[in-house]
């Protein structure tokens, strides 16, 4: 929107804000309503009406200056600034979740070696003790007490 287009909408509101309270005045006189409790609220309307327009218009005429280079090299500066540390504190998260992770799966692996390890020597030792009792018994003669005993 260019700046003659901006000018032709504040004078296009500035006149329906003119019309907006002239119609007002014309229902007070109209409606005879001069010492109506109504009327007061009615100027109070249309006051309000071209206070608005003013703000309007001084927001308007603001927006239009040019800004300051310095400070949108100060705004430059702080965004960037901003990002940097974002960035920062998201590395270190990263790095702690990723660690945390690591050490999750070491310990996982440790404890599944261990399991692993508690019945491989559960097994060999009985099938060690099995053993034993098979030759033991070969060289009395009897059975290996597991045999006798029905289990397996």
Do not use: N
Request: aromatic share 2%; net charge neutral.
């Amino acid at each position: 929107m260019t700046a003659a287009q901006k000018a032709a909408e504040t004078v296009d509101l500035a006149g329906d804000v003119r019309e907006a309270q002239e119609r007002i005045a014309r229902a007070i006189r109209v409606g005879e309503m001069r010492g109506d409790p109504l009327c007061d609220v009615l100027e109070a309307i249309s006051t309000s009406l071209g206070v608005q327009l003013q703000l309007h218009e001084a927001a308007a005429e603001r927006a239009q200056l040019p800004a300051d280079p310095a400070a949108l090299v100060r705004l430059e500066e702080a965004a960037a600034t901003g990002a940097d540390r974002r960035a920062a504190k998201l590395a270190r998260a990263h790095t702690l979740r990723a660690t945390l992770f690591g050490l999750a799966v070491v310990i996982g692996a440790v404890m599944m070696a261990g399991a692993g390890a508690v019945w491989w020597g559960q097994r060999t030792q009985a099938a060690a003790i099995t053993s034993i009792e098979a030759g033991v018994g070969a060289r009395s003669g009897t059975a290996p007490m597991r045999q006798r005993s029905g289990s397996v």
